[in-house]
């Protein structure tokens, strides 16, 4: 679907898919007409007739899914529980029932990093984000200007952390642009 704007506050789920059909399940939110998020990436494929590449447009994690909270949460599982395929909205914490909400300025950024016809970016597993360490900063300067995440080396070169319940990504960025958030 669209991607949000700045100026806009309203909160985001992250949903896990006990599926791989998230093309259906794209759809039957489409039905409930909500709007959703599917990180996505260029993946080389070749053609085994013409042994061509082509580039094709393909879902980072087959079983994530981002919704943006336009109801109560109340509504929201009523729509999760009648869904034809299984799936669970992330919670707080193991012990809570209450969803966990991204707050919008946080998916707005991620939803800026992963712009597939951006270079240098590499995605990682939560697990794989918290294992990372890295100083909390904000880009002062180029085509990142504004976003705010980690700093974090990896091989030899540094990249901006965003983290989001479920992944993570990380983009190339100059050490020099970014400057230190207390």
């Known amino acids: ?14 949903i896990k898919l006990f599926t791989l059909q998230l093309k259906n399940v794209r759809g039957y939110f489409d039905t409930k007409e909500l709007e959703y998020f599917v990180p996505m990436m260029y993946v080389d494929i070749e053609d085994k007739e013409t042994h061509r590449i082509k580039h094709e447009l393909r879902p980072v994690v087959s079983n994530l899914i981002f919704v943006k909270k336009t109801m109560a949460e109340k509504e929201m599982r009523k729509i999760v529980f009648d869904c034809p395929y299984k799936m669970a909205v992330i919670k707080k914490s193991r012990e809570s029932i209450d969803y966990y909400e991204i707050p919008a300025k946080q998916m707005y950024e991620f939803q800026m990093m992963c712009n597939p016809e951006i270079e240098m970016r590499k995605y990682l597993s939560e697990t794989e984000a918290k294992l990372k360490k890295g100083s909390p900063v904000l880009v002062k300067y180029g085509p990142l200007k ?28 100059s050490r020099w642009c970014c400057t230190p958030i207390e």
């Open 1 to 14: 679907m669209d991607i949000i704007t700045e100026q806009d506050q309203t909160p985001w789920y992250a």
């Open 146 to 173: 504004g976003l705010t995440g980690k700093l974090v080396r990896s091989s030899k070169k540094y990249y901006l952390l965003k983290e989001v319940p479920g992944m993570a990504v990380m983009l190339k960025v």
